[in-house]
């Protein structure tokens, strides 16, 4: 919340996501007086799962997407979808400087990282986690990708369905 300027914010994730309103709940939570503007995008996670981080149709994917999103005025654009920081670079060039990218995913991990801190059942930093993988959709071209993207072997891929669907 404390990224936007104008009280604008715009959310983007899959047909799920976007459907559930989870991310729609937790700013007004938050915040009750923000503005939100959400969009599903359900052929970036395909374009990203190809590897098209780079590519001409992800822009023009993206174009299509956020042009709207754009007009409407916000000054904040959350990426409601794990695999969507893989296009932050694409994303930044489309958006300009103007609109500030929140990973969700990072400050998700940050808030888990405090909880598990302020309760007292934090691993040793020198202790290494069990790492899963859960996705919203099924998906065999991802892990190539991530893998490659955060420098891990991923192993078996979990499919999980959201509340509200």
Known sequence: M???????IGVIGTRGTIRSGAYERAIHTLAPSLHVTSQAC??????????????????AIITRYLGELLESGIDTLVLGCTHYPLLKPLLARYLGKAIELVDSAHNCALAV???????CIA?????????????????DGFLP????ALGLELGQVRIVGLPGK
């Open 113 to 119: 990282k405090q909880l598990l801190v302020e309760h």
């Open 42 to 59: 359900p052929m970036l996670v395909p374009a990203i799962e190809e590897g098209w981080l780079e590519d001409p149709l992800t822009e």
């Open 2 to 8: 404390e990224a936007t300027r104008n009280g604008h």
């Open 145 to 148: 990708v991530a893998e490659k």
């Open 123 to 139: 691993a040793p930093e020198e202790q290494f986690g069990k790492f899963e993988v859960a996705l919203t959709d099924a998906s």
